[in-house]
Every structure is written in structure tokens, then in C-alpha cells.
Nanobody, 119 residues
Framework: VQLVESGGGSVQAGGSLRLSCKAS???????MSWYRQALGKMREFVSR???????TYADSVKGRFTISQDNTKNTIYLELTRLNADDTAMYYC???????????????WGQGTQVTVSS
């Protein structure tokens, strides 16, 4: 089982990026989320999408970031727009998913993908 992020990079302020997170090996995911951690700061919640499509966002990204999912590809996306320097961070995918042969759900993390915004 694994969560693999991609799509990070360096952009100028005002630019956009699309992050992807592919979940592999799980039998089911109740919800999946994006978190981020800037250098020297705590990891913080960015956005979540449930298996019913319900989405939530941190106030700091509301209106600028959009989370979505493609269940056929077991992948979630995070569209980042109107980026600013405060968005610079490592972005991590988190899955609340069931592993094969397990009854309950476990929280797993991907390795992260770096987003750097220059002003």
C-alpha cells in the first residue's frame, strides 16, 4: 500500500500548480486529505475530500485551492491557484484507508511533493 504525490514545482507568485496523489493497494478510502509543512513550521491541514465527495478547506486556501478525486484512478488532485510565498511548503497526501485483510482504517502518509512560490 502506498500514497504517491506528484506535481510539485517552482512557480512565480500568482501562478498555478496541480498536485496529484495516487493511492495504491488499499481496498477503500473513507477520505483523503492534503497537508503542508513549511520550513520550521508545524504541518497544517489544507483540504479534505470524502468518499461522498464532500470537501473541506483551510481558511487560508479557501477560494484558491480546489480538491477533487478520480475514483477510477484512485487519485485525488489539488489545484492550486493564485499562489503566494506563504504557500511554499512540502505538500503531503494523507489517506484514511483500509488495507487488504484489515477491518479498520489506518492513516497513511505520502512522501510529499515540494511547492515553492517565488515573489
Amino acid at each position: 500500500v502506498q500514497l504517491v504525490e506528484s506535481g510539485g514545482g517552482s512557480v512565480q507568485a500568482g501562478g498555478s500548480l496541480r498536485l496529484s496523489c495516487k493511492a495504491s493497494g488499499y481496498t477503500y478510502c473513507q477520505d483523503m486529505s492534503w497537508y503542508r509543512q513549511a520550513l520550521g513550521k508545524m504541518r497544517e491541514f489544507v483540504s479534505r475530500i470524502g468518499d461522498n465527495g464532500l470537501t473541506t478547506y483551510a481558511d487560508s486556501v479557501k477560494g484558491r485551492f480546489t480538491i477533487s478525486q478520480d475514483n477510477t484512478k484512485n487519485t485525488i488532485y489539488l489545484e492550486l491557484t493564485r499562489l503566494n510565498a506563504d504557500d511554499t511548503a512540502m505538500y503531503y497526501c494523507q489517506g484514511n484507508c483500509r488495507r487488504p485483510g484489515w477491518d479498520g482504517l489506518t492513516i497513511d502518509w505520502g512522501q510529499g511533493t515540494q511547492v515553492t512560490v517565488s515573489s
